[in-house]
């Protein structure tokens, strides 16, 4: 009533009152209803606005009383109120209807909240059933619903069913009405089917017819041309509807399913540049708001995209977004550089090749400060810090007071879509993430629950799991779906917005966007996207211009403006040839056209931050990469290349320039941030370790497919290759240690590709990769460790093996340096490995150079020296291989050799631990032999049959066999030393029955290929042995070298046949093997080399002094052989040693020893014996008769054997002798004669003669001569004590030294070979080049030698019979008689005086044999032999030397007179014995001999023949006692010497008468002195004669021959007169005699007869 007067002041105090009364809840519902009435008159007459407000608001707010009807009056009235002409009323009234507004609802969930515990079955409402029915609602629900309902009843500017009286209404406070309670009472909506209802009848149809006006707008298209006038759109209800959808979409997204598609679509099209800018912003800012929510993201696309034909929604909002941010750049807002809008839809997406570089700096009033800002293309849009990260704070959604749409601040709306991206970005993984990782640990708990595999499905605990996992599979798809939808709008927005950011910030911020994404993706396995993202991530580092085709590619691909990719045609990074060219040449010129160099300049900021992103990416999300490592490391390779960083040890990179590396610039802000960046780099590839297996070989892939590439590249050009791929596999092999078998091979398999690259800093880095990762694996301590894993150590080695087939020789110094250090660190462990670095030495080959052969040999000697004992002894049979192969390679002489020294050492090692050896060997070969059996083969190795040991041995016999007919000297000589050596020392450790593979497989095989090497040598002269070494001139033919091999191989092999023969002895076929020696002895013998000859004949030597067995008959208590060794020396051989059994070289004496006690020693067959020693002899035989036989055409080039040989061959004999002897028969004399003669008649070279000959005058034998007579005096001795039927022999052993004893004379011819005589020979000017001149021996003291033997041997044999049968004596007379009727004409004047007094002792003996046997005629023949002989010394033909002395004369003459009394004593006598015709010639010969006168009975020649009056005397004396003192036999024999007489007589007669008649004339002058010796000579004779007729018997004398004497007497008178006191003395001796004939006369005288 108060209220009712309408005056103010008591109205105040009325309405305070009332608000007193329902602030304390006295009202009921009927006062309530005229409290109202009362309030609505009030406000008709608008008196206290604001209390009556205020009441209203007091009276609803303080209980519920107020219902319906009176309900909606009271909102009414406040909503008449707001429309006022008051502001502050109309502001009040406003909050007060929001108020009330809100207090309607919350009735509503206050009466819910009592009602909640009875559950009535709510009835089902019908879609058709009338607005009015809600009768179903309680009283509080249906006030608000009929509240909501006219709300929107009023907004869509229709009547109102229940707000009866409102007069206006607008529709901006409808609306935001409307989002209030939307946004405050979502349950309520919810809860109730009819709110629910009036939803999506009501609330929605309103919206999009609402909306409509915005839709049909389009910015500068021309009104005229559309026939209606298209509505404009009103800020302030477009903003406000955005609101309202905004909260629908939020809040009741469950219920409006196909509505809020028609809202999202609308709101992406209200992001379309045709778009009013307000809008543009207002649409963003909702989108921002909806991005926040990823729950919400989830459903719209579980709800759209993932159905069938549903609009992709959540696609359509992310590529919306990365449109609207395109078309900012494209269509700038005004007070920019403006950009035609033709570009609009063509120009899809930034292509960061031709992105533009200027620096994003702005003029600001003259000072440049960086704003952070995007720029693309000149379009320049700052950055604003719009919203904080996570909340989508709205600007321009929240200016509900304004209604002209505002001017919107440059950048604005680029900032919000940007928050947009980010924060959808940051939702959707998070939320994902967040799930995935509740699955993954629900999955682990499930799965570690159920012990049994969760195939079997019919297991009840397995129900669960089968539920989770398809649970699982069902968010599987959504997340698939999300991811899926949005990756290619977001990647193409956020790579734009890279490339076009200045600010470090927001470049940070999408990198770790892309870098999420790209975790996400890999994590759902997504590999298309996530290869985009990463791709992305990838050109960001990479300097503008740098960017590779194949990231440009991939992009193109992605930004197409239809955004309809699903991930088909994205390329992978792979090399494809225009890449190659760019990527070669980084920061040089490109390819063919110069681009100057790679500039990181203040772009390189987000190029750095990229960088960094790329590497977090692979440090924190590896595991997830898979192939998309190829991308990553590609990048990071070309950034390491770009940096300049450089592989450092272990792979790690340092900043280091190379120096064709590209000439980067590098600001200071870069250099500082490289050591992180390296460090991260080292890092990232550490953390490879935490990778599971199968993401470390997606890695391992990726970094060998990276290196590849750069192999490509590198090939066929010097530059710089990039290492990165090789220095991160070792990195990361080194840190994968601990499993390294699962990575081993295809890391190590694509590293050994990399060492046969031939850009040699390319293979360089793939040794030192390799090597290193090899050494690390050895010392890693694996578990288990390595000596128990075999298998592993070997897979380790293997590479090391496999570099020996690349023949690059860097790669190999590499590969055998770290052979060496793995020796020096692990020799002692490598076990099983051993032949693995065993094969790496072994497989240099001589062409690769010396460093590397000597790095290679110092292993050997390493392993040699000091780890034989540590390595499994099957090993050694390869050390010894090894070792043989060094000594074969010809580079480097000294390795050969040493190598030849390693040899020798391993055959001590051998020989030491030889127990041990054989042991492991037997126990090894064993395990072999049974492997074979299984498995049905023969078991292969070398010299099967013999045992593992020996086979050892014989491999290593082999080898040095091998290096014996190396082409080098030097190293045949070494091995042969060692070879034969290493056979003598050691050779007692085999087995006996390998003897024969060492004497058939080894010696003979080896003497074989020596003596054909030899033969085939080549004859050239060396110039210098290399360098400055002069060879000498034994050695200047590799002719002459080989033959030093020769020698030494041969005298090795005798040596051993020598020393083991009690070994060899027993084996089977040694009399084969001591043919093939003494063939082997024979061809070298009878080579055309002296050297090699003689050598040959000392190993004959040799091996004829072997002990001969001992019969047991003959055996002495001790064996005699142990205390003598008589080594025999060539050249010194004299007869007292050669009866002498000579000693074996080695420890014989212990081993007859062993034999001395109880059992007999072994004695080989005799007969074997013997025809081993007749082998030998024919061996010798035919020698010697090779040798010996003179060539039969002589050019300058014939061979003539030397005299050592022949001496040496000689000297052979008696040794052999004394073991054939017993067979010895004349044919094998006759042989030995031709070779004595043979050997003896070979004449010297005239540049030997001066060693070998004495100077001419001294009479010395050579030792070849003494030979050949020490030889004849062996078999002369021997046929002395032997038996009958030898002595058959002794007439040939005359013949022979007979045949020598000619040589005094004759020398010997040597085929048709011109020799000269010792004096011409030019032996002081020896020509080097010209062809020796022979020089035939002097002879003569060797015929004297034999000579002296003959008469020595006849005077002991002369008796023998064979020697009378022979007529041994009448063939020494014939031989005598040449130098004794060549007499002063021999070479030697020694010679004729030597034959007479051998003439002489001979006959002294001969002559009663020949007496003996007159009867039998056996010597017929010897007498007129004789005869001659003696014709031919004492009438010789030969004068005198002129500067002979009368001594020398005189001593001559008594050799002659000594002849006469020979025959005086020794024939003359006899002549009974002796045949008449002799006894004639003899009295001839002293007849001649007695008178010496010049008359013509002498020839002309004899004139000249000095007076020998002593000679004469003794012949006249001779004569005249074989004529009167023998008795006459015959009366023949007294006719020739009574004729003599007569001769003589009257030849004395005639040469007085001459002598008186020259007397006479010559007057005082003397007469010639031969005439005075002449006939003083006569004078003396006639004495002597009639000394000689007194001494005889007279009836001897014949009485004529008295005559003829008397008759002499007055013609001795006549000459009285001569002048000459000889002459005169001469005659008193001659006259003396005469007295005897002075008888007085005789009584009775007859005439003629006195």
Known sequence: MGCGTKEPKITQLCLAAIQRLMSHEVVSEAAAGNIINMLWQLMENSLEELKLLQTVLVLLTTNTVVHDEALSKAIVLCFRLHFTKDNITNNTAAATVRQVVTVV????????????????????????????????????????????????????????????????????????????????????????????????????????????????????????????????????????????????????????????????????????????????????????????????????????????????????????????????????????????????????????????????????????????????????????NVTVQGSAKATYLEMLDKVEPPTIPEGYAMSVAFHCLLDLVRGITTMIEGELGEAETVSQATTETTSLPAQSSEQQDLQSVSDQSEKELVSRAVWEEMVNACWCGLLAALSLLLDASTDEAATENILKAELTMAALCGRLALVTSRDAFITAICKGSLPPHYALTVLNSTTAALSSKSYSIQGQNVQMISPSSESHQQVVAVGQPLALQPQGTVMLTSKSIPNIQCMRTLLNLAHCHGAVLGTSWQLVLATLQHLVWILGLKPGVGGALKPGRAVEGPSTVLTTAVMTDLPVISNILSRLFESSQYLDDVSLHHLINALCSLSLEAMDMAYGNNKEPSLFAVAKLLETGLVNMHRIEILWRPLT???????????????????????????????????????????????????????????????????????????????????????????????????????????????????????????????????????????????????????????????????????????????????????????????????????????????????????????????????????????????????????????????????????????????????????NILIHHSRDTAEKQWAETWVLTLAGVARIFNTRRYLLQPLGDFSQAWDVLLDHIQSAALSKNNEVSLAALKSFQEILQIVSPVRDSEKPDTPPAINVSVPVVVGTTTATSLGRSFMRTDSIGERIGRYNGSEPPVITDEIEDLNLWWAAWNSWYRIGSESTRPPITCDKLTFIPSQPFLTALIQIFPALYQHIKTGFSMDDLQKLGVILHGAVSVPISSDASPFILPSYTEAVLTSLQEAVLTALDVLQKAICVGSESMQIMYPAIFDQLLAFVEFSCKPPQYGQLETKHIANAKYNQIQLFAPAEWVALNYVPFAERSLEVVVDLYQKTACHKAVVTEKVLQNIIKTLRIPLSLKYSCPSESTWKLAVSSLLKVLFIGLPVARQHASSGKFDSMWPELANTFEDFLFTKSTPPDNLSIQEFQKNESIDVEVVQLISTEILPYANFIPKEFVGQIMTMLNKGSIHSQSSSFTEAEIDIRMREEFSKVCFETLLQFSFSNKVTTPQEGYISRMALSVLLKRSQDVLHRYIEDERLSGKCPLPRQQVTEIIFVLKAVSTLIDSLKKTQPENVDANTWAQVIALYPTLVECITCSSSEVCSALKEALVPFKDFMHPPASKVQNGES
């Open 749 to 1027: 398999g694509h590293l050994l590709e990399v060492c046969q690259h031939p850009n040699s800093r390319m293979r360089e880095w793939g040794a030192e990769a390799l090597t290193s990762l090899i050494k690390a694996g050895l010392t890693f301590s694996h578990d288990p460790p390595l000596s128990q894993n075999q298998r592993l150590q070997l897979l380790l080695l293997n590479p090391l093996k496999e570099l020996s087939n690349i023949s690059h020789p860097d790669i190999r110094i590499k590969q055998l340096e770290c052979v060496l250090q793995i020796l020096q660190s692990q020799g002692d462990s490598l076990g099983p490995g051993w032949p693995l670095v065993l094969g790496v030495m072994g497989a240099i080959r001589s062409d690769q150079g010396e460093s590397l052969i000597r790095t290679a040999f110092q292993c050997l000697q390493l392993v040699v020296t000091d780890f034989l004992p540590t390595m499994p002894c099957t090993c050694l049979q390869i050390v010894v291989e090894v070792a043989g192969s060094f000594g074969l390679h010809n580079q480097e002489l000294n390795i050969s050799l040493t190598s030849i020294g390693l040899l020798w050492n391993i055959s001590d090692y051998f020989f030491q631990r030889g127990e041990i050896i054989e042991k492991e060997l037997n126990k090894e070969e064993a395990v072999l032999q049974k492997q074979a059996e299984e498995k049905g083969v023969m078991l292969n190795r070398p010299f099967h049959p013999a045992p593992p040991f020996d086979c050892l041995w014989l491999c290593l016999y082999a080898k040095l066999g091998e290096l014996c007919v190396d082409p080098r000297p030097a190293v045949r000589k070494s091995a042969g030393q060692t070879l034969f050596s290493t056979i003598g020392a050691h050779g007692t450790l085999l087995q006996h029955s390998t003897w024969h593979t060492v004497i058939w497989k080894v010696l003979f095989h080896l003497l074989d290929r020596v003596r054909e090497s030899s033969t085939t040598a080549d004859k050239e002269k060396i110039e210098s042995g290399g360098g």
């Open 105 to 384: 609802f919350e009735r509503v969930v206050a009466e819910d909240e009592r009602y909640k515990d009875t559950v009535d079955q709510p009835v089902a409402v019908q879609g058709n059933s009338n607005r009015r029915s809600v009768s179903t609602l309680k009283p509080c629900a249906k006030d608000a619903y009929m509240l909501f309902q006219d709300l929107c009843q009023l907004v869509n500017a229709d009547a109102p069913y229940w707000l009866v009286g409102m007069t206006e209404m607008t529709r901006t406070f409808g609306l935001e009405l409307l989002e209030s309670v939307l946004n405050d009472f979502p349950q309520v909506f919810l809860q109730h089917q009819e709110f629910s209802f009036l939803l999506k009848e009501r609330v929605c149809p309103l919206v999009i017819k609402l909306f409509s006006p915005n839709i049909k707008f389009r910015q500068g298209s021309s009104t005229s041309s559309s026939p209606a006038p298209v509505e404009k759109p009103y800020f302030p209800i477009c903003m406000r509807l955005l609101r309202v959808v905004s909260v629908l979409i939020k809040q009741f997204y469950s219920l409006l399913v196909t509505e809020c598609e028609i809202f999202l679509s609308l709101l992406v099209k209200f992001l379309d540049a045709d778009k009013p800018q307000w809008l543009r912003a207002v649409a963003v800012e909702s989108i921002h708001r909806l991005c926040v929510q990823p729950q919400l993201l989830r459903s719209f696309c579980q709800s759209y995209d993932m159905k069938q034909h549903s609009t992709k929604v959540f696609r359509d909002i992310v590529n919306a977004l990365g449109s609207f941010i395109q078309s900012l750049f494209l269509v700038p807002s005004t007070g920019n550089t403006s950009v035609t809008p033709s570009q609009t839809g063509s120009n899809a997406s930034g292509n960061t090749g031709s992105a533009q570089t200027n620096p994003g700096v702005l003029g600001m009033g003259g000072g440049a400060t960086v704003l952070p800002a995007f720029e693309y293309r000149g379009t320049w849009i700052p950055i604003l």
